[in-house]
Every structure is written in structure tokens, then in C-alpha cells.
């Protein structure tokens, strides 16, 4: 009996003890480690598998670019590798397009990603659609730096090689900003770019800036997108 009323005394301080603090590692321990803070409010949109949209090099095999086991997305591409068209404008990508096409309202991008220790001059995430570019929001890696866009003074999180990172990024398309979030801390706010339509995209997309390595890869898991008004 003494036992179980120390256990219980313990139990009601730990709770005592979260609740009165605002640590994130409380949030943490009840969310199950998500930033359940960020998604408050927002309406879970619920995609189908077929809404998950590989684009890879034309002329390769799905397989020799991408993988999916045990509830991660394994995204590979070479510098050298071609376009996803014979026609198409764009560099080399292993990327998803998240096909769930909004043009008004806040939504929210959520995911946990791995970059091998060695991928550099990569885009890992961004928001496709904008009025004067063709995207509103690109996150790069460079060096183990995740910056935006190719911005190197515009570091967002240092140090993201070989360990997981959730990003949480928000889009409000009627005040056209754009917030991003690095494991639940806020590292950036940006203007949007304009525009009638956006979807998210994710992976590994070879950029021209500051010498891309030459094999570029990124893991994501856990990847949800929400909404609101």
C-alpha cells in the first residue's frame, strides 16, 4: 500500500508539474512527440495514397529512384539525372506533389524528414504556385544547413544532416504569408508570392546554386497536410 500511494504521489506531481509549465517537453510527452499545438484548430484533411504523386527522372524506373517501407518515403536523385519529361523546363527531382490543390483558406504542411549527411544544393519542401514565381515557399539544404530558398544568410535550422526533423509549414493564402516551423519552434515568416493555386511537394529537387552534391536524398514520414477557413 505505501508503495503504491509513493507511485501515486509521484504521478499527481509530474502532472502538477506539466501543467503548470509551458515546456515544450511537456506538449511533447502528451502529443507523442507531434506539435499537436500547431495543428489546434485545424481540420485534418484526409488524402488517399493515390494523392501521393512520385515525380522522378523520365527515363528511370520508379524503383531505382524511390522506396517506401515501414511508413517512410525514400526519395534518391542524381545531378546528372534527367527531368521528369523529355520536354520538361525543370532540374533533376525525386519529389511527391501532395495533389490536394487549394487556392484559399490557411493550410498547413506537416512532416518529419531525414537528409543523409552528404546531400547539399538540394530543395527538400515547398509550396508549388505563385503569381511572379513558380513557387511561394522552397526550403533548401546546403551542407547540413536548411535555409530559405538558396538564402545562406536565411539558415533556418543548422546541423539537419542524419537525424529526423519536423517541419510544420503554414500557408495563409488571404494574408499571403507564410510560416515555418522546426521542430514546433518558429523559424521563419515570409510574404507569399501571390497566386490562384498551390499544393505542397516534397523530396529532393537539384538546384543550380552553390554546388549540389552529387547525389542528393530525402526521407519523410508521418507527412499530414490540414486546413482551415
Not at 142 to 163: I, M, N, P
Not at 189 to 209: I, L, M, N, P, R
Request: charged share 20%.
Amino acid at each position: 500500500m505505501a508503495a503504491s500511494s509513493t507511485s501515486c504521489s509521484l504521478l499527481l506531481a509530474v502532472a502538477a508539474i506539466c501543467a503548470l509549465s509551458s515546456l515544450p517537453c511537456c506538449a511533447a510527452a502528451v502529443s507523442g512527440g507531434r506539435s499537436a499545438h500547431l495543428t489546434a484548430g485545424f481540420t485534418h484533411v484526409k488524402l488517399r495514397e493515390s494523392q501521393f504523386v512520385v515525380q522522378k527522372p523520365y527515363d528511370v524506373p520508379l524503383h531505382e529512384r524511390y522506396e517506401q517501407s515501414g511508413g517512410v518515403r525514400r526519395m534518391w536523385v542524381f545531378a546528372t539525372d534527367k527531368p521528369i519529361s523529355a520536354t520538361h523546363p525543370g532540374g533533376a527531382r525525386t519529389e511527391i506533389k501532395v495533389n490536394e490543390v487549394y487556392s484559399s483558406g490557411v493550410w498547413q504542411f506537416e512532416g518529419d524528414m531525414f537528409v543523409p549527411s552528404g546531400t547539399s544544393g538540394a530543395s527538400v519542401m515547398q509550396i508549388f504556385g505563385a503569381a511572379t514565381h513558380a513557387t511561394t515557399l522552397m526550403l533548401h539544404v546546403y551542407g547540413g544547413r536548411l535555409t530559405y530558398y538558396h538564402e545562406l544568410t536565411k539558415v533556418l535550422a543548422d546541423r539537419v544532416y542524419d537525424r529526423w526533423v519536423r517541419l510544420n509549414v503554414v500557408h495563409d493564402v488571404g494574408a499571403g504569408n507564410v510560416t515555418v516551423f522546426v521542430d514546433g519552434e518558429r523559424r521563419l515568416s515570409a510574404a507569399g508570392h501571390g497566386g490562384k493555386e498551390h499544393y505542397f511537394k516534397f523530396g529532393v529537387y537539384k538546384q543550380s546554386h552553390h554546388q549540389p552534391s552529387r547525389r542528393m536524398e530525402s526521407r519523410w514520414k508521418n507527412v499530414a497536410v490540414y486546413t482551415k477557413p
